[in-house]
């Protein structure tokens, strides 16, 4: 039965190699295999108290939001790119001034003029009213109110 033309089906396949001794399957060293099917028992984890978990999970949901808003006001002042309104003292005057040692008082006609410039390209200022203090060192002096006129900064 050693034709040569017919394919090999049997084992160990002619190669010139001895066939393995009787009784030995695997020519290495085989590991018994484990009787028991998990090397370590199982232990249940401690759960923590339905009040800790509650802690736990309101404190990651508070760092949560606060990166969220975070990130949403970084992203909108590098959009914006935000600046305070630029005022400047064009003029002052003062008329009409005199002085009283008896009441301590300074009485007078103050004329201010001043201008207000947004540097802001993408926002507008608009105001209701301004309200004007007027102080010499930490003294006050004077207040008035601007009326509210219909005007933006633009």
């Not at 066939?19 to 923590?48: C, K, T, W």
């Not at 802690?55 to 992203?75: K, N």
């Not at 005199?98 to 009441?103: G, L, Y």
Request: glycine share 4%.
């Amino acid at each position: 039965m050693q034709d040569p033309s017919r394919p090999v089906t049997g084992y160990p396949a002619p190669n010139g190699c001895p066939p393995p001794q009787p009784g030995v399957a695997y020519p290495y060293h085989a590991n018994q295999p484990n009787p028991y099917p998990y090397p370590y028992a199982y232990v249940q984890p401690n759960r923590a108290s339905s009040s800790c978990a509650f802690i736990r999970s309101f404190i990651l949901a508070m760092m949560v939001a606060f990166i969220m808003m975070g990130v949403t006001i970084f992203i909108v002042w590098l959009v914006l790119r935000p600046r305070f309104p630029e005022f400047q003292v064009e003029s002052v005057s003062l008329t009409n001034f005199s002085a009283s040692n008896s009441s301590s008082s300074i009485t007078g006609k103050w004329n201010f003029r001043f201008s207000v410039t947004n540097p802001n390209k993408k926002m507008s200022i608009s105001y209701d009213v301004v309200q004007c203090l007027l102080f010499y060192n930490p003294e006050f002096i004077s207040e008035t109110r601007i009326p509210p006129t219909i005007f933006y900064l633009i």
